[in-house]
């Protein structure tokens, strides 16, 4: 079965530089988030697109943004890159017509020196 | 707030020890509960979703029941293959978000 697929699944910046991170949901799914998850901790929500709309939103910081296009596909643009930004970024998606379970992809290992 | 606790946080089986892992949370209205499991560096692979109290679902050696203020993940003569961090997440009525535990990462020694 097809799955999310990510890219890129590895990504080096410099402090200060900015990152785009892709989505491509499984087909047919409607719904797509993007998860944090830093060295040892849970994953944390960042924000979530319902029918290529804004449909929630966590603790994203204002140097974060994202959208959701035509394709279903996502982006997640990072800017003004920070130490504290090196973790483990997932998406998942979702479909509203098949019960609403969250699949993720194998994420993208950012490191920022 | 909507908050999830997993104990304990790191669990040692030998092979063939059966188990239970806890998930107590506290959540405004409760949309669904959900049982992941992680490998290192992986993404989370869905295991079962629980949406009201007295609900079980089981699959292969695990078993996820719940209740009203916890739910409950037990594994039955686990094997190596099954060592893992297993995280549980809620999702609160109205929200779209899962708001996951630490996780207790388990390990089965053969």
């Known amino acids: 079965a097809a799955g999310v697929i990510q890219s890129p699944r590895h990504l080096i910046k410099e402090k200060r530089e900015t990152a785009t991170l892709k989505c491509y949901p499984i087909p047919r799914h409607d719904t797509v988030y993007w998860y944090q998850q830093g060295p040892g901790q849970d994953p944390q929500f960042l924000i979530s697109f319902y029918e290529k709309m804004q449909s929630d939103k966590g603790s994203i910081p204002d140097r974060f943004s994202a959208q959701q296009f035509s394709d279903y596909h996502s982006e997640l643009n990072m800017s003004s890159l920070e130490l504290g930004d090196s973790a483990l970024y997932f998406c998942a998606s979702s479909s509203t017509q098949a019960g609403d379970t969250q699949y993720f992809g194998p994420g993208t290992r950012l490191t920022v020196l | 707030e909507d908050q999830v606790t997993q104990s304990p946080e790191a669990l040692r089986l030998q092979e063939g020890e059966s188990s239970s892992l806890n998930c107590s949370y506290t959540?405004?209205?409760?949309?669904?509960l959900f049982w992941y499991r992680q490998d290192p560096g992986k993404g989370p692979e869905f295991l079962f979703t629980l949406y009201s109290a007295g609900e079980e679902k089981e699959k292969e050696r695990l078993k996820a029941t719940l209740t009203k203020k916890e739910s409950f993940l037990h594994i039955t003569a686990p094997k190596p293959e099954d060592s893992a961090t297993y995280l549980c997440?809620?999702?609160?009525?109205?929200?779209?978000?899962?708001?996951f535990g630490q996780g207790t990462r388990l390990t089965i020694n053969p």
């Open positions: 997440a809620v999702q609160a009525m109205g929200a779209q978000k899962l708001v």
């Open positions: 959540v405004s209205g409760l949309r669904g």
